[in-house]
């Protein structure tokens, strides 16, 4: 089986350059706020927040993953462009290789904004014996 890619697109009323410093560049301190439910903690594991850190997202107890760990591929502050590869971690345990994440945040409704991300994702080969 094949690559597989999905994309969706999400509204915001919040302004472009606002909305990528909240949900991109200061997610450590956004998500367990917006979703303490869900997102127990972001820890850096590697780098400086930069292109080519590690980060380890720790989920809370109830939630359907304990933990996932990605790389930051890119960060275009200019363009609000964010990409990084799903390295480890429940999202990815026996059903993909790989995951590549794309997000870009343009300009919306009523000076709001528009965020679209694509996954491409490389499923694990089923082996039947």
Request: aromatic share 8%; with cysteine; glycine share 8%.
């Amino acid at each position: 089986m094949g690559a597989m890619t999905y994309e969706y697109e999400i509204t915001s009323p919040i302004p472009p350059k606002r909305l990528f410093k909240s949900y991109i560049l200061d997610e450590k301190n956004l998500f367990p706020k917006a979703l303490p439910q869900t997102v127990k903690a972001f820890e850096i594991l590697e780098g400086d927040g930069g292109v080519a850190t590690v980060k380890s997202i720790h989920f809370c107890e109830g939630s359907h993953f304990k933990s996932a760990k990605h790389s930051v591929d890119e960060i275009d502050k200019e363009n609000l462009v964010f990409k990084y590869i799903m390295i480890d971690g429940d999202p990815l345990t026996g059903v993909h290789d790989t995951s590549s994440n794309v997000v870009k945040i343009e300009p919306g409704p009523d000076g709001g904004s528009v965020c679209k991300t694509t996954i491409a994702t490389t499923p694990k080969r089923m082996t039947t014996i």
